[in-house]
Structure formats: C-alpha cells, structure tokens
C-alpha cells in the first residue's frame, strides 16, 4: 500500500511524485493526491488497490486500458500503472479540478440546475461514450457515481475508467449499479458491454432530465422498502417504463411521482419518441437501444429550443408536444422568432447564443460566434458577431450587409445569414 509522503516514479514522463492527501477510499481501495517534486503546480491522482481487492486478470485489463489513448478529454483516463514489491499496484490518473461536483449532488438537489445545464451534461454523456464506444471499448458500470460536472460550464468528466474494457474481450470485476444495470443482467442473463452501456446511458439521462427513475411507477409503492428482491423484480423481470403507450401498470403515481409527471409534460415529443423507444423496444430488444450518436443528435436540437420566459426568467422549451405557458408562472409563452439552419432550428431569446456547432455541426458548444442582444439605447433586439469571421446579411428590400465581428444585424424576418459556409433564416 501507499502513504503520504512515499514517492513514486512515473516511467514515462521520468517524473517524480510524492503521495498526498487522501481524497478518497472504497472498498477498492483508497485515491490520494500526487504532487510534483519539481515543485511546479500541476496534480495528479493515484488510485491504489486494497489487497486481494482485483483479480490478475482485471490487473492486465487496467495496465491495456493504461497503455491507450483517451477517447476524449472528459475521461480521466489511466495514465499509468505503479506496482510495489509486496505486489499491490494502482494506477496514475489527471484529477478532478475543484469546480466540478458529482452528478448525485444534482439529484441530490444540492446544486441548482436549469433545463439548458441538464441537457448540456446529458448530451456531454452522450458524447463522451460515443467516443469510448467507437474504439471498441465499453464501461460497464455507467451511474451517477463515475460522472461530475462544472455547475458553470456544464463540461463533464467521466472517472473510475478501470472499469472499461473491451467490448466482448475483456473481464469485468463488476456487473454495473443495480439501478443502472440492463434488465438481462438484473436476471443474471447477460455480462456488462457496450448494448447494456446503451440502457445505463438511458436511464442516467432520463434521471438527468426527469430527476426521476425511467422504470419506478407505482408498482414500486407495492414493496415496504426497495431492497434487492424489489430491485430484482422491478428493475428485472417486470421491468415496464412508467410512460410506457401501451401499459399503464407502472404509470407514475400523481401524488408520489409529481416530480416526473411535471418535467415529463415540459419536454418536446422527440425527446420523449427516445425514451419510450429505449425503455420499451430497448428493455426488450437490446440491439433497439437508443444509439450514443441518435441522443447526440437530439439533444443539441433540445438545447437550440430552450427559450427564456421573459415574466419570470425560468427556461422552457419550444417545440411539438409542450405547453404553451411557462411552467414556473403560467405566462403565455408567445412563439420565439427562430434562427433556421440546414440541420436545427435554434430558438432566439434574450442572451440566446450561437455556437461553433450550429455552423460546423461538431457538437462543440464552448467556442461562441453570435449572441442574441439589446440595442443600447433603443427597445430594439440584434443578433451580434461575437466571432471572427464576417458575415453577410440579406435583409429583405435592401443590398446585402457585411456583419464585421463586434457588429450586430437586426432581427428582421426573413432575413438570410451567411455565417461561414452555412446559411440561416430569421422566422417567426
């Protein structure tokens, strides 16, 4: 085992490390902090193995997850594994920065989170096991516990990544967290990958968004506590999602379950299409599980419709299937003048923002090329150039208009926006 104040080499930075702080410990083992004996300022973290605690093979399945690239910066991948002569080991991985905060906190409702922060992070989910999934790899134990985010930014980091192995190849030392678990393996009929990772996913973003479980209707209210036999029934051998079309035996209890009753009624029906289709087709057909790439997609099309109801400030959303007046005061929401690109409609509102993805389809909503703002001295509303590039506008019965960055174009219907090689419509 380790200690604070031993040092350790890491091989292949020739670097050295003293062991700090404790951060944490499981029945795993324990995680400390690693600092530099350069005396510069980055940290790394050092998760160490309790004896006995992984079998041999899960130790040359964390030292080949090691020896890969990361799918992407949200993981906090293996960098390196350190063993000791009395034969325990554990590996080197970046640490989590400060600002972020596990997703339970959320859940916990210990951190607020508006609909816009919710569906950053889900669609951050979703993107993040795309990228593990298309190297061929899986998870194997998706819950709130291995995702944190940053309340500001809404960036996601994925841990505890000596879970992954290869789809179908290598051996898993855990099945998943029971509320998480694909239904084949609640029953004891399947192994952790990448067709039970599609069903963890669902149900981590159904709670990201529903603050709710997908499958805890009112058969949950039939069992005095929810112990292993109750989760074994209802997350396993009669699991029926609680909006399922086609049988309300599991239908939310409207004085238990208000919680989900109300989100679920504020969300646009291509969102809800995805959770019936995984919770339906997906529980009983795995290979009909909702794609990483199809919630991806639909997500950041959820994102471009959140619109600001301008009597209380609450967020909603537009689009087919939602009410019509805000659902903190009532207000009617009038229908939002819309920004119509090739592949997304995004709705415009006060503080309304275009990112790098809707010209480049990349899903990257960190880098901003236009904002929705308010002329400084008249009740007029603009769309400005926050980027660098010009743009030309097309405003009806006038010459077309070079935008330079820092300018701003009214908010004129049916105006056509050339933004790179993207053209956009102003429409009501």
């Given amino acids: 085992m380790v200690r604070p104040g031993d040092v350790v080499t890491l091989r292949r930075s020739a670097t050295q490390w003293t062991v700090g702080r404790l951060l944490g410990e499981g029945g795993q083992g324990t995680v400390h902090e690693l600092v530099p004996q350069d005396g510069s300022a980055r940290r790394l973290a050092l ?23 990361s799918p992407g910066p949200m993981f906090l991948w293996p960098m390196e594994v350190i063993s000791a002569p009395d034969g325990s080991f554990g590996y080197v991985m970046p640490i989590r920065p ?57 960036a996601i980091l994925i841990c505890d990544n000596d879970n992954v192995g290869v789809d179908g190849e290598s051996e898993s030392g855990v099945l998943g967290t029971r509320r998480f678990m694909a239904p084949e393996i609640v029953r004891g009929e399947a192994k952790p990958g990448s067709e039970t990772d599609l069903y963890s996913l669902a149900v981590l973003i159904f709670y990201v ?88 997609a639909t997500l950041a099309r959820l994102l471009d419709a959140v619109r600001t109801c301008e009597a209380c400030g609450r967020e909603n959303f537009s689009g087919p299937g939602v009410p ?26 006060a503080g309304t923002r275009i990112y790098r993805h809707h010209i480049a389809k990349d899903y990257d909503y960190e880098r901003t090329v236009g904002e929705v703002t308010r002329h400084p001295t008249r009740d007029v509303w603009g769309l400005r150039n926050t980027g660098s590039a ?10 077309p208009t070079q935008i330079e960055p820092g300018q701003a174009v009214a908010l004129v219907p049916d105006t056509v926006l050339r933004l790179g090689d993207v053209e956009a419509r102003l429409a009501t």
């Fill in 390 to 399: 010009t743009w030309e506008a097309r405003i009806p019965g006038r010459e």
């Fill in 98 to 154: 400060p600002e972020f905060v596990g997703l339970g906190e959320m859940l916990r409702g210990r951190v607020d989170v508006t609909p816009s922060l919710a569906v950053r992070l889900s669609l951050g989910m979703a993107h993040g096991f795309l990228l593990l999934h298309s190297q061929g790899l899986c998870y194997r134990d998706i819950s709130f516990g291995n995702v944190s985010f940053d309340p500001r930014s809404g």
């Fill in 324 to 349: 019509t007046t805000c659902w903190g005061c009532s207000a009617v929401l009038p229908k939002p003048m819309r920004l119509v690109f090739p592949h997304t409609e995004l709705a415009l509102g």
């Fill in 47 to 69: 998760k160490w193995y309790a004896a006995r605690s992984v079998s041999e093979k899960q130790r040359l399945a964390i030292t080949a997850v090691a020896a890969r690239h």
């Fill in 209 to 296: 968004l529903m603050v709710h479980h997908p499958l805890l209707g009112r058969r949950e209210l039939e069992y005095p506590c929810l112990d292993r036999d109750a989760e074994g029934d209802l997350f396993g051998d009669r699991a029926l999602f609680v909006f399922d079309p086609t049988d309300d035996a599991n239908a939310p209890d409207p004085v238990e379950h208000q919680t989900v009753l109300a989100n679920w009624a504020i969300h646009p029906e291509p969102v809800k299409r995805l959770f019936v289709q995984a919770f339906g087709e997906g529980i009983r057909n795995p290979q009909r599980r909702v794609r990483e790439s199809v919630w991806r």
